[in-house]
């Protein structure tokens, strides 16, 4: 039946929106550092070097845009910003393994276990934080949204 749809469902397509949203923005900012690292700064510096050069900014990316997302979205649960982060995440290591696919003919095992031990793993951390940080700032600022009792 058209238009009778639940309050949950108007939920979930806030959050699969928002997701869309916090993915392609950071995916995009991605795109650009990527496309500045790879001719730039890998023949000069090597992969690793270069993949550290870009994290800081990179993760710099993922704050602000999350700070910027959840505030966009103040009356998604903490919940339900913990769902914008992992849809976020899901369509991120989506992108990188059909990237890996289309440019590199790799499997997406292959493209997942490909990057340098060192620069890989600081990656896969700022991952966990990229989907993770939609839900943290909904936490904060549920926390300080909630009045405090003052003891007796």
Known sequence: MVGSGSVGDHAGMRVLRAGVAYF????????????VRVPLLVPRLGERTAEL?????????????????????PELSPSQQL????????????????????????????????????SGSVYYALLVVFGLLPWWWARRVSRCARPHRRRS
């Not at 392609?24 to 496309?35: C, K, T």
């Not at 995440?89 to 990057?115: D, M, N, Y």
Request: net charge positive.
């Open 24 to 35: 392609a923005l950071v995916f995009a900012a991605g795109f650009v550092l990527g496309a």
């Open 53 to 73: 050069l870009e994290l800081p900014f990179m993760g710099l990316v993922v704050v602000l845009v999350s700070r910027w997302r959840q505030r966009r979205t």
């Open 83 to 118: 769902g914008v982060g992992g849809f976020a995440l899901l369509l991120l290591l989506t992108a990188e393994c059909a990237l890996g696919a289309v440019l590199q003919g790799r499997s997406p095992i292959e493209v997942l276990l490909a990057h340098d031990p060192v």
